[in-house]
C-alpha cells in the first residue's frame, strides 16, 4: 500500500515537472509576453526596460533553471503582470472558487441523487420523465447563453437576483466567504446554479442508470421476495451499491467545479480561479499560468487519491483485493 | 517665446467655481479593466492612467475635451526655450497635511525611470527632460535636451507622490543617487496614498473592484459623489447585464452590438466622445518579396503607390463606420483626429472608387490582381475582426483574391514586430493628447534606437516627412507646430502611405439620471461625474 502511494506520488512529481516544461516552451513558442504586456505605442527603451524586469532577457533553459531552483524553495515566482508572488495571487482568488464550487456541489448533489434515485426506481412516473427531460436539457445547453439567460430571467426581467460580482463577505471561525452574508448569498445564486445544472443533469442520469441496474440484480429481487422493507432494500441495497459509480464521477466532477469554472466566472464577473486564468493567458502572465496548472493538476491526483480511499471504505471487494495483493 | 498661462488661471478659476455643493452618494462604475495597480507610476496601460487621473494629479492637466492645458499641482508656469519654470500650489496637500514641494515632483520624475519591477514604465514622457531645479520648496525649473513643445502633455501622465526624503534628490537618468523607491505593494495595501488627488483608494481588492473615496482636503473642487467603486466586469455581456439590471450606475467601453438596445432604453443614456485613436491598415513597403503574398513573381506589389491607392480606393469607409461600427467612429481621412492639435482639416475623404481601383491595378502590372493575406488581432480594438472580414471582401472586390488571419492580440504584435504581415490592421492613439507623438508613432521613419516610428512595422518612410517631424519636436510655437504637423499629413496622404479606416468613438453608458463626462483618451474622469439636472 505504502509502495503503491510512493510510486503514485513520483509519477505525479514527474508529471508535473512535464507541465511546466511544457508551458514554458508553450509560451515561448507563442511570443514574447513583454509584447503582450506593454503599450503597443511604447517606445524600444520601455520596452527593452520591460524585458529586463520580468527577466525574459535570459535564455529560456536559464529562465527554467531559475524557476526549478525557486520551486525548490518553495516559491513559483511573481506575476509578471502584477508583480506580486503567484502563490498568493491565487491564494486570494481560491476561496471565491471554492465557495462558488461548494454552493454548485451543495445544489447540484442535493438535487440529483433523490431524483435520480427516484427516476431509476419508478422510470415510468411523470416526475422521472419530465426530470429526465430536462436533464438531457441541462447537458446539452451551452454554460455560457445559459448564465445569460439566467442573467437576464432574475437580474433584469425580474430583478430580484444580482447578476455579477461576489457581494459582501463576512469572516467566520477564520474562513471569509460571501456564504456568510445574506448579500453575499443572493450573489451567489446564480452562479452556482449556472454551474450546478449541467453537473446535476450528469449526476441525476448516472444516478439513474445505476439503480436501475442494480435494482434488478438477484439480490435485490431475493431481498424483496424475502419481504424485506421497500425502504430498506433502497437505504441498505439499492443506495450502498450505486455508490461506486457515483463516487467516481463526482471526483472528477468536483475538481472541474473548483478549477473550470471559467465561463460560469467570466459570466457573472466572479473573481474566482477560472477569471484570473483567462486574464493571464490574454497577456501571457507565464508565472501565473505554471502555478494556476499545478494546483489543478495536484487537485485532481488529490482528489482521486481520495476518490481510491473511498472505495476500499465504501466496496468490501476493493478492500479484500488489496488485501489479498498485499498478503502475496 | 512663453507659453502663456492665463488662459490656464482662467480654466483654474472656472474650475474652482463649480464645486458646488457635494453630495454623499456612491457612484458605481462597471470598467471592463481593472488597474493592476493603485501605484501611479507602475504600469503605463489605459486602467491604471485612468485611474491616476482620479487620484494622483500630475503638474498639469490635459484636458482632452478643450484640447486645454490646466493647472493642477502647478499653479503656473512659463517656458523659455528649454526652460519650464513651474510654480506649485501651495493649497495642495498630501494627507499628512505636508503641501507638495520641489523634492517629491523630483523624486517621483525619477521615480518613472526607477519603479521597482515595473512590466511597463511611463520612462518615454520624460526622456526629454535633462535636469531639474528646484527652487526653494514651492517653484522648479526642468530642463529639457531641447526645445520640447510637449512637454506639458507628456507631465500631465505622471502622478506626483510624496518622496520619503525631505531634500530634494539631483535629477539625474540613473537613479538619482538613491535607492529609496517606494514598493508598488505599499501603494497597493494602502500603507501609502498614491498623491494627491479628488479621491483617495480606501480599498483594492484584485479582480474585483476598487473603492474610492473622496478627499476632503482636496485643493480644487470636491467631487460630487462621496465614495465611488471600480467594478471589474471585464465580459461585454455581463458589464451591461450589470447596468440594465441597476448593479453599477455607469459602464465604460460599451461594445457595438449593445448600442442599440441602450440607446432604445429610456433610462440609460449613451455618452460618447470621439477618440483620438486611428484604426488603419498599415502595408509592408520594405519586404521584397513581402511575407504574406504570392504571385507577383517575388515582387511586393505594395512598394507601389498606384497599388496603395487602388487598395485605398477599394475600402468603402462610409459603409464601414454605418454598418460594421454601427455608427460608432468617424470615417478617417488623415491621421490625427479632427479636434486633436495638428489635425489636417482641408484632406478631402478618400473616395470608394472599385473601377478607378481595377484601373490602377492593371496601370501597376497586375491586371489579374495578387493574392494577398491580410492579418488583424481578434481582442484588441473594438470589433477588430468584423471590420478586417469586411476589409477582406472589398478588397475582393477588386479582383484581389485576398484572405484574412486573425491572432490573439498577446501573439499579434510580436509577430509585426517581426515584419510577417504584409498588410495589417492596426490603431494608435495621440498618447500626449496632440498629435506629434501619434505622428512620430506611426509616419516617421522606423527607427527603434531613437523609439521613433514605434509603431510603424510597415515602415512607411519618407525624408520629407521625417524631416518635418524633426523640425517639429523642437518647434515651441503652436502655429507653426501645427502647419508642420499638417505638411507631414498631406504627405502621407499623397503617397497613400497608410489605409485609414477611421478614428474610435470612446463611449459610456449610464443611467440616464448621472451625468458623466466623456474625453477623447478614453479615461474615466469620475471627480465631475454628478446627478444629471
Not at chain 1, 11 to 37: C, E, H, R, S, Y
Not at chain 1, 99 to 110: C, K, R, T
Not at chain 2, 206 to 216: K, M, S, W
Not at chain 2, 268 to 291: K, T, V, Y
Request: hydrophobic residues 45%.
Amino acid at each position: 500500500m505504502l509502495l503503491f502511494a510512493l510510486r503514485r506520488a513520483l509519477q505525479a512529481l514527474g508529471g508535473l515537472l512535464a507541465l511546466t516544461l511544457l508551458v514554458f516552451v508553450g509560451v515561448w513558442m507563442i511570443g514574447n509576453p513583454a509584447d503582450a504586456l506593454i503599450s503597443p505605442d511604447a517606445s524600444m527603451a520601455e520596452r527593452e526596460a520591460a524585458i529586463r524586469a520580468l527577466g525574459l532577457d535570459q535564455p529560456l533553459w536559464r529562465q527554467y533553471l531559475d524557476f526549478l531552483g525557486g520551486l525548490l524553495q518553495g516559491d513559483f515566482g511573481s506575476s509578471f503582470v502584477y508583480r506580486e508572488p503567484v502563490t498568493a495571487i491565487l491564494a486570494s482568488r481560491l476561496g471565491a472558487s471554492l465557495e462558488l464550487a461548494f454552493a454548485a456541489f451543495v445544489i447540484a448533489v442535493g438535487v440529483s441523487i433523490p431524483l435520480g434515485l427516484y427516476a431509476g426506481l419508478r422510470p415510468e412516473a411523470r416526475l422521472s420523465r419530465a426530470a429526465m427531460g430536462l436533464s438531457l436539457l441541462g447537458v446539452s445547453i451551452p454554460q455560457f447563453w445559459q448564465g445569460m439567460v439566467l442573467i437576464i430571467l432574475f437580474g433584469i426581467w425580474l430583478a430580484i437576483l444580482p447578476v455579477g460580482g461576489r457581494g459582501e463577505t463576512a469572516t467566520f471561525l477564520g474562513i471569509t466567504s460571501s456564504l456568510f452574508t445574506l448579500d453575499g448569498l443572493m450573489h451567489l445564486l446564480l452562479p452556482a446554479l449556472n454551474m450546478a445544472l449541467l453537473k446535476m443533469s450528469l449526476l441525476m442520469r448516472v444516478t439513474r442508470a445505476a439503480v436501475m441496474e442494480v435494482k434488478s440484480l438477484d439480490y435485490v429481487r431475493f431481498a424483496r421476495a424475502k419481504g424485506v422493507r421497500p425502504h430498506r432494500i433502497v437505504t441498505r441495497h439499492i443506495l450502498g451499491n450505486i455508490l461506486l459509480p457515483v463516487l467516481t464521477v463526482l471526483g472528477i466532477e468536483i475538481g472541474n467545479l473548483v478549477a473550470y469554472a471559467v465561463i460560469t466566472e467570466t459570466v457573472f464577473s466572479w473573481p474566482g480561479l477560472g477569471r484570473l486564468l483567462i486574464s493571464s493567458i490574454q497577456v501571457l502572465d507565464r508565472p501565473v499560468i505554471i502555478a494556476y496548472l499545478c494546483f489543478t493538476a495536484l487537485l485532481f491526483i488529490l482528489l482521486n487519491l481520495i476518490v481510491d480511499i473511498l472505495y476500499t471504505v465504501v466496496d468490501p471487494r476493493v478492500r479484500d483485493a488489496l488485501h489479498a495483493g498485499g498478503a502475496k | 517665446m512663453t507659453r502663456s498661462s492665463t488662459a490656464a488661471a482662467a480654466i483654474l478659476s472656472a474650475w474652482a467655481a463649480w464645486g458646488g455643493a457635494a453630495g454623499a452618494e456612491e457612484l458605481r462604475v462597471g470598467v471592463a479593466a481593472e488597474p493592476v495597480a493603485i501605484d501611479p507610476h507602475f504600469f503605463r496601460t489605459g486602467p491604471n492612467m485612468s485611474l491616476r487621473e482620479n487620484i494622483s494629479d500630475a503638474l498639469v492637466y490635459n484636458n482632452q475635451v478643450t484640447g486645454e492645458v490646466e493647472p493642477r499641482l502647478a499653479a503656473r508656469w512659463q517656458v523659455e526655450d528649454v526652460r519650464w519654470r513651474f510654480e506649485l500650489n501651495p493649497e495642495a496637500r498630501f494627507a499628512d497635511g505636508e503641501a507638495v514641494s520641489a523634492a517629491d515632483v523630483i523624486y517621483s520624475l525619477c521615480r518613472v525611470r526607477n519603479v521597482p519591477d515595473s512590466p511597463g514604465t511611463f520612462l518615454s514622457f520624460i526622456e526629454t527632460i535633462a535636469a531639474v531645479e528646484p527652487e526653494g520648496e514651492d517653484a522648479l525649473t526642468i530642463v529639457t535636451k531641447g526645445p520640447d513643445p510637449v512637454l506639458l502633455e507628456s507631465l500631465s501622465t505622471i502622478g506626483i507622490v510624496q518622496a520619503p526624503m525631505d531634500a530634494p534628490l539631483t535629477y539625474d537618468e540613473a537613479d538619482c543617487g538613491t535607492d529609496d523607491w517606494l514598493s508598488t505593494q505599499a501603494f497597493n495595501d494602502g500603507s501609502l496614498e498614491a498623491g494627491i488627488g479628488p479621491y483617495r483608494v480606501t480599498s483594492y481588492r484584485r479582480g474585483i473592484e476598487t473603492g474610492l473615496e473622496r478627499n476632503e482636503s482636496y485643493y480644487g473642487p470636491a467631487p460630487h459623489y462621496e465614495r465611488v467603486i471600480l467594478r471589474a466586469i471585464p465580459e461585454n455581456g455581463a458589464r451591461i447585464a450589470a447596468l440594465l439590471s441597476g448593479g453599477v450606475d455607469v459602464i465604460d467601453a460599451v461594445p457595438v452590438n449593445a448600442i442599440d438596445q441602450i440607446y432604445q432604453n429610456e433610462k440609460l443614456a449613451l455618452i460618447s466622445a470621439p477618440a483620438s485613436r486611428l484604426i488603419f491598415f498599415a502595408f509592408d513597403q520594405e519586404g521584397e518579396p513581402s511575407p504574406k503574398i504570392a504571385g507577383t513573381d517575388g515582387k511586393n506589389p505594395l512598394k507601389d503607390v498606384r497599388v496603395r491607392k487602388a487598395l485605398n480606393l477599394a475600402v468603402d469607409r462610409a459603409q464601414l463606420v454605418s454598418t460594421t461600427m454601427e455608427g460608432i467612429a468617424e470615417e478617417a481621412r488623415g491621421i490625427v483626429m479632427g479636434t486633436v492639435f495638428g489635425a489636417h482639416p482641408d484632406l478631402a475623404p478618400i473616395p470608394h472608387d472599385p473601377e478607378q481601383a481595377k484601373a490602377l491595378l492593371a496601370e501597376a502590372g497586375y491586371p489579374d490582381g495578387f493574392s494577398l493575406t491580410i492579418s488583424s488581432p481578434s481582442d484588441r480594438y473594438r470589433n477588430d475582426t468584423e471590420v478586417a472580414q469586411a476589409v477582406t471582401q472589398m478588397l475582393a472586390g477588386i479582383g484581389l483574391d485576398v484572405s484574412l488571419e486573425t491572432y490573439p492580440q498577446s501573439v499579434y504584435f510580436d509577430r509585426a514586430s517581426n515584419y510577417e504581415y504584409s498588410m495589417y490592421l492596426g490603431g494608435a492613439g495621440a498618447d500626449t493628447g496632440e498629435g506629434l507623438s501619434q505622428l512620430l508613432n506611426l509616419i516617421h521613419t522606423r527607427d527603434t534606437e531613437r523609439g521613433l516610428g514605434g509603431a510603424n512595422r510597415g515602415r512607411y518612410s519618407s525624408e520629407k516627412v521625417d524631416a518635418l517631424l524633426q523640425e517639429a519636436l523642437v518647434t515651441l510655437d503652436a502655429e507653426t507646430r501645427r502647419g508642420l504637423l499638417q505638411e507631414a499629413q498631406a504627405i502621407v496622404y499623397e503617397d497613400y502611405g497608410y489605409m485609414p479606416l477611421y478614428h474610435e468613438v470612446a463611449v459610456w453608458a449610464a443611467r440616464a439620471d448621472v451625468h458623466f463626462e466623456p474625453n477623447a483618451g478614453q479615461l474615466n474622469i469620475l471627480y465631475t461625474a454628478r446627478p444629471a439636472e
